[in-house]
């Protein structure tokens, strides 16, 4: 009698996890199929494109389209573009971010609280309301069109402070005495020894300002105008909407853009899953 | 009395060389923040008060003039029309999906590591890019979506060319590309659920099913909401996604609020009339993300985040 509903139940539970691995897998396959396609396409003919017939594989590998794709547009200097902005903003929030968290965990001084809250609450402002002033300050600073007006509005923000306080005031003060005793000024205390101890914080952080900075969109679309400062993300959308239907040489654009990013993902994905989904986490 | 004592004997609160290091280590911050975000933010506001053409130099003030033509102006309803469908379908169904997905993750899974890798692929990939191989895929002749349903006999509609679908095609690509990332957030909740709820129940004899209900889902509660408050913020602020597929397009069906924003700021140079929208969507989401500190707790959380 036991041993039947025992076997009932694992019956029924192995059938369960079969239903369960059924849905996983066609979830998978319904994110993995859009990105076969993308590469599939992009050495495809276009007899091979424009046809009614459903055919995964090209019949013949046109590796061709991924040289076109340097005649239309200057995919080069926007892929450079798009490294010299997110590299550059990325080291810059580290080091300001580390400067300001350092100021207000591990510093006392008048007004600290209420400064840090006021400058948390800043991140509530929407992009969308500073574009345009910061839009018509950078053209009158006369910067549109170069890396300053992507870079410069960004080299300090809220978050990066926000996120590194956290972990700075978790490291026990005794520790800080210690060095302060040795002698050692703020700068050195926070360079030699609260950076090395926080190293993972500043890595996961550096994936996050460097995903967001790298698919930034509006922004540049509005603080650039000739072909040669946009960035990668801006680029594709501009060879989209001026080549139609040129598909499979655009495939081949968005191959190139993205293969860097997923390699690295493949490498340090679970420092990128951290990095990516940190605004959500810490609540 | 404490500090007046203390001051009494010559120590005062705060240690002049530690004000003036703070000081110094916030320099760099505090210009950055003082010329893009202080300034702007007065300046955006001014300028909602303002009708100006940037071509002219006349900034003729015009009160709340630029508010009141807004809320008479069809188009600017359309594309708050427009952003609340596409709200709701990424809100609904990016929560259903990405928790979907996490329930059957998260326990007893040989593989899920590998699962939760595929998942997060689109959340890793340049929404540009999602939004091209997409439009490609929802192509009305040759696109992969058209040419599966003819595998089933049906004839597919013009996705990204018609008025009915586009939208449709946007929220299912939003949903395709977001859900990895609720997914991961609902995972940190469910990891965050104490196992003894679960022998407990098992105990008293409950099945699957009502484990799900009573315990999952209930204790899933706080996170459900930050996951749909976070959807709402980021969807009422969509514009790559829409201008990469359809660019409002066609006959204005699928411009949202920041998608006609860019049109009047950056195509007809209204800046004045686009900051008053800008002031609209910002005082929408503030009221929003007061709502999630409110009611939910868990401050500041997706503000920062983009899309």
Not at chain 1, 118 to 124: D, K
Not at chain 2, 68 to 78: E, M, Q, V, Y
Not at chain 2, 181 to 210: H, R, S, T
Request: glycine share 6%; with cysteine; hydrophobic share 55%.
């Amino acid at each position: 009698m036991a041993s039947n509903i025992d076997r009932g139940r694992y019956i029924r539970s192995a059938g369960l996890v079969g239903v369960k691995y059924l849905v996983l897998l066609s979830g998978a396959a319904a994110v993995a199929f859009p990105f076969l396609w993308m590469v599939f396409t992009s050495f495809k003919g276009p007899s091979e494109i424009f046809t009614y017939s459903f055919k995964l594989l090209p019949s013949k590998w046109r590796f061709s389209n991924y040289l076109e794709v340097f005649e239309f547009i200057p995919f080069g200097r926007m892929f450079l573009n798009s490294v010299i902005v997110s590299v550059v903003i990325t080291i810059s929030q580290m080091f300001t971010g580390a400067l300001a968290a350092y100021a207000f965990a591990r510093l006392r001084f008048p007004g600290r609280d209420v400064l840090f809250y006021a400058y948390l609450a800043t991140m509530m402002l929407p992009e969308q309301v500073r574009i345009i002033p910061s839009f018509l300050l950078l053209k009158w600073m006369h910067l549109i069109d170069t890396h300053w007006a992507l870079t410069l509005p960004w080299l300090a923000g809220p978050f990066s402070v926000f996120f590194l306080r956290q972990s700075f005031l978790d490291i026990p003060q005794s520790l800080l005495d210690a060095a302060q005793i040795d002698g050692a000024g703020h700068l050195r205390i926070l360079f030699q020894v609260i950076v090395p101890l926080t190293r993972n914080t500043f890595l996961t952080l550096g994936v996050f300002t460097f995903m967001w900075s790298w698919n930034m969109f509006f922004w540049p679309l509005v603080m650039t105008q000739s072909l040669t400062m946009r960035t990668l993300p801006v680029g594709l959308a501009m060879f989209k909407s001026q080549m139609g239907t040129n598909w499979a040489v655009m495939m081949a654009a968005s191959v190139l853009a993205v293969a860097p990013i997923i390699l690295a993902f493949f490498l340090a994905q679970r420092r990128f899953i951290e990095g990516i989904t940190l605004t959500g986490l810490k609540s | 009395m404490k500090s007046a004592v203390l001051k009494s004997l010559g120590c005062r609160r705060y240690k002049s060389e530690d004000t003036r290091v703070a000081y110094a280590f916030l320099f760099p911050s505090a210009v950055v923040f003082l010329v893009f975000t202080a300034f702007p933010f007065f300046y955006s506001l001014y300028l909602s008060f303002h009708e100006w053409n940037i071509l002219t130099p006349a900034k003729p003030f015009v009160g709340l003039g630029n508010y009141a033509s807004l809320f008479r102006d069809p188009d600017f309803w359309n594309a708050v029309k427009n952003t609340l469908i596409y709200s709701a379908g990424a809100i609904l169904g990016t929560t259903l999906t990405s928790l979907a997905l996490a329930l059957l993750l998260w326990k007893g899974l040989r593989a899920r590591n590998f699962f939760r890798t595929v998942y997060f692929l689109p959340v890793v990939t340049s929404l540009v890019v999602v939004a091209i191989v997409w439009s490609w895929i929802f192509d009305p002749q040759f696109g992969l979506a058209n040419k599966l349903l003819k595998l089933i006999g049906i004839n597919g509609p013009a996705w990204l060319y018609s008025p009915h679908w586009a939208m449709f095609a946007l929220v299912f690509t939003s949903i395709w590309k977001h859900s990895g990332y609720y997914m991961v957030i609902f995972l940190a909740g469910l990891y965050g659920i104490p196992e003894v709820f679960y022998e407990c129940a098992e105990i008293d004899g409950a099945n699957g099913f009502q484990k799900l209900w009573h315990i999952t889902l209930p204790l899933l509660r706080r996170v459900t909401a930050l996951v749909m408050v976070m959807l709402t913020i980021n969807s009422f602020k969509v514009f790559t996604l829409v201008y990469v597929m359809t660019g409002g397009g066609p006959m204005k069906s699928t411009e949202t609020i920041v998608n006609y924003l860019y049109r009047q700021g950056f195509e007809s140079f209204r800046m004045g009339y686009a900051s008053a929208i800008a002031w609209v969507l910002f005082i929408v989401i503030l009221l929003v993300s007061l709502f999630q500190m409110k009611f939910i707790g868990g401050r500041r959380s997706a503000i920062g985040q983009q899309y």
